[in-house]
């Protein structure tokens, strides 16, 4: 079992950056995959980006080039670091985990999550 706790959330205007963090604690950290998802009230979750054991990441289209998930093993700690914030990527962000050699973007695939921190991007 792993417990994940995020921080790195704030208000920024556009353009902006931030740095989310997710650290775990528990038994067998590098046993599991990775994702980040965001929430907007009315919308559904949706996956942001993910990792895998191995360290291959994956995306959403509307973050590629603007947003990089990375972890540090040795640390237990996952990140996103996120660039050119746009006010659309206001939401609240959670870290999860799930118990696979794979990464998805589906979060009901994933077994732990965070309390979820937020981002707010102002115009």
């Known amino acids: 079992q792993v417990h994940l706790v995020e921080s790195g959330g704030g208000s920024v205007q556009a353009g902006g950056s931030l740095r989310l963090s997710c650290t775990a604690s528990?038994?067998?950290?590098?046993?599991?995959?990775m994702g980040w998802f965001r929430h907007v009230p009315g919308k559904e979750r949706e996956g942001v980006a993910t990792?895998?054991?191995?360290?291959?990441?994956n995306y959403a289209d509307s973050v590629k080039g603007r947003f990089t998930i990375s972890k540090d093993n040795a640390k237990n700690t996952l990140y996103l670091q996120m660039n050119s914030l746009k006010p659309e990527d206001t939401a609240m962000y959670y870290c999860a985990a799930r118990s696979s050699i794979w990464a998805t973007m589906i979060p009901e695939t994933y077994n732990y999550w965070g309390q979820g921190t937020q981002v707010t991007v102002s115009s």
């Open positions: 528990g038994n067998n950290y590098r046993s599991y995959s």
């Open positions: 990792i895998d054991r191995a360290g291959s990441t």
